[in-house]
């Protein structure tokens, strides 16, 4: 658990730690989830409510909570994982490119550079009675930032990353928070129709 000056960023970890304890338990946990909302993005909504204690479970990345401090309420959430990325020279600044070469294996006939990244693959206010005006989106990001710079200091890494759909308001919303698109990706999917994300990142 980590407290900031307004908000308290839980690792749900720390809920199914304790097992199936009714009151503060995995039970306890899958309960609060449920009442979590997101009208504007129901994938992030599905992916709280459905996946994200599997996905911790797994290793395949962790959830973060966070909890507004006067009233206790869960007002957000986020999810980070460790993913390998590739970087084409091409889209990149000389700078970003010196700083990628420190940390990653370059692929010299195709000037790629490839190394394991901090992907924010979920982020989502709680639109649950209003308590989306506790917390801004940019407050929200930077939370997740926090979290990515302790894995950093702990674990070393350059690089974070996070995918977008192609929407002029969302994509000027992460560049006004540091982040620089410099892919796009087809995503794959069984139950719905491919469609384009960009790719943005952000050095540490």
């Known amino acids: 658990m980590a ?15 304790l097992g199936s304890d009714e009151d503060v338990g995995e039970p306890a946990l899958i309960r609060m989830l449920s009442d979590f909302f997101c009208p504007k993005n129901p994938d992030v ?21 966070v909890f507004s401090n006067d009233e206790g309420e869960l007002i957000g959430y986020f999810s980070i994982a460790l993913k390998p990325l590739t ?9 970003v490119k010196r ?12 000037q790629t550079y ?28 930077e939370l997740a930032w926090t979290v990515i710079e302790e894995m950093q200091y702990m674990g070393g890494g350059t690089v974070a990353f996070l995918e977008a759909s192609k929407d002029e308001k969302l994509l000027k919303f992460y560049n006004e928070n540091r982040f620089s698109q ?5 995503t794959v999917s069984k139950n719905r129709e491919p469609h384009e994300l960009i790719q943005l990142l952000r050095l540490l």
């Open 45 to 65: 909504e599905g992916f709280l409510k459905n996946n994200a204690i599997e996905f911790t479970k797994k290793n395949q990345s962790v959830t973060y909570l």
């Open 99 to 110: 700083k990628l070469l420190r940390i990653s294996e370059l692929d010299e006939s195709s």
């Open 87 to 95: 970087v084409r020279g091409e889209t990149v600044s000389n700078t």
């Open 3 to 17: 407290v900031r000056d307004d908000y308290t960023i839980i690792n749900i970890r720390e809920y199914l730690a």
């Open 114 to 141: 490839t190394m394991s990244a901090y992907l924010i693959a979920q982020l989502s206010k709680n639109f649950a009675n209003d308590r989306n005006d506790k917390i801004s989106g940019a407050e929200l990001l």
């Open 182 to 186: 410099f892919d796009t990706r087809q």
